[in-house]
């Protein structure tokens, strides 16, 4: 991911790391046996690299003109999207099994994805002049 970054934005990389991660919970909902699971440890570790690691830089672009308010809000964000978590597996367990579960997880993220890069594109929008 650190090339990535350095050649695309930082929200498509995120976005992507995203996907990758998107990816992997719906293939862990098919998932039958074990080594179908260590089978999806690589993709699980690139997606999660970027999910952990690429938003305190988006944040800190997000809000440049404030320094230290990105880095600061990470523990926020942190919080919030435990809460979320446990709550979609609260939620996918009620209804469902484990692979259910992962079914459910994946499509809050796919969600996600596209409303991060709907609100990108309208703050982009935004800043340009008329």
Known sequence: MGHGAARFRTVHVLAFGALIYCA???LLGFAAAPWHIYA???L???GAAAILS???TYLQDLIADRPGLG???ISLNTFIGTGIAAG???FGTSISDYSGTAFVGA???FASIGALLYLESA???ARQPA
Do not use: E
Request: net charge positive.
């Open 44 to 46: 699980n570790a690139c």
């Open 71 to 73: 880095t600061s809000l």
């Open 24 to 26: 992997y919970l719906l």
């Open 40 to 42: 999806l440890l690589l």
């Open 123 to 125: 703050r982009r929008h």
């Open 54 to 56: 690429v938003p305190i």
């Open 88 to 90: 979609l597996f609260a």
């Open 107 to 109: 499509a809050a993220g």
